[in-house]
């Protein structure tokens, strides 16, 4: 026990990767495009936060280069800010920029009240079991706004790289203007946490802060529910569909949050099904039909399998 | 499990009741008459580990005796899991043994109780989510708990689990205490990170 943090990436962790998120800002001052860190310019100046970037990026494409090479190049210019115009900057230069009052933060759709209660609804009445489906996949967002939709595209350089990169969460753009209502995004927590304390006046706009955030706790608590709910259906008896816990649409925040409590909880239930299944297994072999008798462990027990198979 | 796991060293020493089948010369202490022999039939309670080993050896003879036969202990009793079928919440598992389910492992490992094995798993999932319930609200409204799992008695929860709910918390079982730890973990550093959020 070397390391004493848990698997998986921590709270402080995933609000970080959320900064990743491009949400669109209207400038209030003109700036010239930002070189940023990118795969041709791999030594920034030497200012902090682009130090810590860089320190974070570089060790964790040296574990997983194939997780971040998109964000390698995704890196780069930003594009020149010009007052009236809106742009999609990534949200930690957003808030950067919030924070000196050089330009204010649209809010995503999905952070309207109407829409956060759409989805209480649709989570508390229409699929008191299902997890809300996240957003629909980005060519939708891309057809109705091909120039702008994606930064990457604008810099020529790295077009191989922008088919590949599209699928991955932050170049969805399910944060910006355009991002459609009515569904959460991976970093929905984190994202609208950021903008309701540092752009709170620019959420204003679209409801009172009070109210968005009120929804964000119903929101929170019905789906921690849903979540404490999914590890029953492993203990299910034979016959049911048991053991399949669908986590599509889940927040990264709530990954975060419940990663300990649902390992463990595979775990126990793998650990004491382990007998029931080795006696299984010993019967496979010896006789090639398991027959009845040992129904009762058997669905949960192939979910289990697969699980140790993975390595969780 | 690693060598090195306390609970599993633990686990190891609960007592489960064991009858004898040969009659042992020189073992009568075990049954308090130090000066004779122990005798066929004898009931004797034996920890885990002796109990294990004597049960799974060969003892040579033709008729293939083992050693020792053994009862499911007193925590898996018909009872107790009875009792369990009907609502799993209501029983304090740590009553019957602090390492409940590791105990009850090792007795699926040994028996062919496939009833029990599936009364077990349901067990474990309906109290899992109880517990994840329990986390989530403990100190909810005020960290003056530390988190250190049961200590932090029901301060500000806001679900009327009350004294409830202490109930039950103490009767999670060793499992059920670091399920218990980890879901709260999660759900105290969620709340540490919203509240810090103004803050970086």
Redesign the interface.
């Known amino acids: 026990m070397a390391l004493s943090l848990p698997p998986g990436l921590t709270h402080a962790e995933v609000s970080f990767l959320a900064e990743m998120e491009m949400v669109t800002v209207v400038p209030r001052q003109r700036l010239d495009s930002i070189d940023l860190l990118s795969v041709s310019n791999l030594f920034p100046h030497p200012t902090s936060r682009h130090d810590f970037f860089f320190f974070f990026f570089f060790s964790f494409f040296l574990f997983f280069p194939k997780l971040t090479f998109p964000f390698l190049s995704f890196q780069g210019r930003t594009p020149p800010l010009r007052p009236p115009h809106r742009t999609d900057l990534p949200l930690w230069l957003a808030l950067l920029l919030k924070k000196q009052r050089r330009a204010n933060i649209v809010p995503p759709a999905w952070l309207h009240p109407a829409s956060l209660s759409e989805i209480v609804h649709r989570e508390t009445k229409e699929n008191p079991t299902a997890f809300s489906e996240p957003p629909p996949a980005p060519s939708r967002a891309d057809l109705r706004n091909p120039g702008r939709a994606h930064r990457q595209q604008q810099q020529g350089n790295t077009e191989t790289a922008t088919g590949a990169a599209l699928l991955s969460p932050p170049f969805r753009a399910s944060c910006t203007a355009d991002a459609p209502a009515g569904y959460l995004p991976y970093h929905w927590l984190e994202v609208a946490e950021s903008l309701l304390a540092f752009a709170g006046d620019d959420c204003a706009a679209l409801g009172s802060a009070g109210e968005i955030r009120g929804l964000l706790r119903d929101l929170v608590e019905v789906r921690a529910a849903k979540m404490r709910d999914s590890t029953k259906t492993l203990g299910a008896e034979e016959g049911s569909a048991g053991g399949v816990v669908s986590l599509r649409g889940v927040g990264a925040m709530e990954l975060a949050e419940n990663r300990g409590f649902v390992l463990g909880v595979v775990d126990g239930v793998r650990r004491i099904g382990a007998s029931a299944e080795a006696t299984r297994r010993e019967e496979e072999e010896n006789g090639g039909g398991g027959g009845g008798g040992y129904g009762a462990g058997r669905g949960g027990d192939d979910e289990e399998d697969s699980d140790e198979d993975m390595g969780i | 499990m690693s060598y090195y796991d306390v609970d599993a060293i633990l686990t190891d020493a609960e007592k489960i009741p064991c009858t004898f089948q040969l009659e042992i010369p020189d073992l009568g202490y075990l049954d308090n008459t130090p000066t004779q022999p122990l005798k066929a039939g004898t009931k004797v309670n034996l920890p885990l580990w002796l109990a294990e080993m004597l049960v799974i050896a060969n003892t040579g003879a033709a008729d293939n005796k083992t050693f020792v036969t053994f009862d499911l202990p007193r925590a898996l009793a018909n009872d107790v899991v009875q009792a369990l079928k009907a609502d799993p919440r209501a029983v304090p598992l740590r009553d019957q043994s602090a390492h409940f389910?590791g105990l009850?492992?090792h007795m699926?490992?040994l028996s062919?109780e496939?009833?029990l094995?599936?009364v077990?798993?349901?067990?474990?999932?309906?109290r899992?989510?109880e517990i994840?319930?329990h986390?989530?609200k403990v100190g909810s409204v005020s960290h003056k708990g530390k988190g250190k799992g049961e200590g932090a008695a029901e301060m500000g929860s806001n679900l009327g689990v009350g004294s409830a709910g202490e109930d039950f918390l103490r009767g999670l079982d060793e499992?059920e205490r670091?399920?218990f730890r980890?879901?709260h973990?999660?759900?105290k550093?969620?709340k540490?990170?919203?509240e810090n959020?103004?803050k970086n």
């Open positions: 389910y009850a492992t699926l490992d062919e496939q009833e094995g599936s077990l798993r349901k067990t474990f999932v309906t899992a989510s994840s319930l986390a989530r499992w670091s399920l980890k879901a973990e999660g759900a550093a969620g540490e990170w919203i959020i103004k």
